[in-house]
């Protein structure tokens, strides 16, 4: 068979089964009186082997051992392939996203093109410095990708960089906190923190929703991290995770001064008061969480809490008992007007009104019980 016939049935162009000739790959086994190749149906089954293994990514090189070195065995060689062949989808991915994030940014002109692919960059810097400058930008230049700031503040390692991360996505426009969702799912401990962390930066009803969502998240820090910013925005369902927190020492100052936001309203208060209470009540607690919900108490306003801590102040437990006459003082001294020293409830003269107890460390609530 004439190499051009061979062409045709092969799919093969006779210029590549010439050099395939000077390659040695195929040989035609033999030419005509007038010089031209003639390939035999040998030589054609060699063909069809060539483009096949050609198929799977495999140099004419490679091809050319598979066929004639006995030694060479296939299995390196494959993972190999494998190996290059995820190399290349991701490569395609990466710019495939890339230009996707660019077609969302809607740019004017090349311009804006060069200004986001230049944010973009940024955003991907090995540099914590150039990472948190891009980050602070994206907000005053050209848009950024909402996807693009997402993805860098799930990713993002650096504090710092991470903050600036938190406040451009606090200021960019919808579907941030849906995109931030979908990491509170993440099977990646750090990145759930990061994704309800920068929830509860972004102040819109979105967020809020999926914040009260992330309350029954199976990851005990998303829990904390959700319930501290519903406290600060008045959700009353924050309320049982902070209280946990603070028997469990929890960021628990945060927490008591969520509570306190929260025991703003009247209702709410007598429900934190009781829930801090009941925790007091338990026999099996330590000493020392006794004494952080004792203290918690301080800023919960209402006569509930103040007939505990009445009670408290006999405890049996010396610096539970203290913690409560120590704020009951405080709280007596803010019903009567007092701004100076008064006497508490154990005996003594109290500190000046918003000062520290120089032992147990109780802050002046500043409010009425």
Known sequence: ???????????????????YDSLGLVRPTGRTDGGYREYSGEDIRRIFHIESLRSLGLSLRDVSRALDDPGFTPSELVDDLIRQTRERIAGETELLTRLRRIGTAEPDGWEDVLQIVALLQALGSKSAGTRQRAALSSVEEVGVPVEALVEAALNETDENVAGALRWALAQSDE??????????GSPVAEVRKRAVRSLAEMPNGE???????????????????????LGARGVADAVPTLVDMVVEDSNDVDAADA????????????????????CVARTTLASSARRRLTQALADIPGSTTSRALAELSHDEDRVVALTAAYILGIRESHRRGHHTRSKVAAGGEGPAAGAAHPELGVRDPGREG
């Open 259 to 278: 509570l306190s936001t929260l025991a703003g309203d009247p209702v709410l208060a007598e429900q934190i008061a009781t829930a801090l209470i009941d």
């Open 1 to 19: 068979m004439l190499i051009g016939e061979v062409a045709r049935r092969s799919g093969v162009s006779a210029r590549m089964l010439r050099h």
């Open 175 to 184: 579907g941030a906190p849906a995109l931030l969702a979908e990491g509170l």
């Open 207 to 229: 967020a809020t929703a999926l914040l009260q969502d992330a309350l029954a998240n199976p990851d005990l820090v998303v829990r904390r991290y959700a319930a501290l910013a």
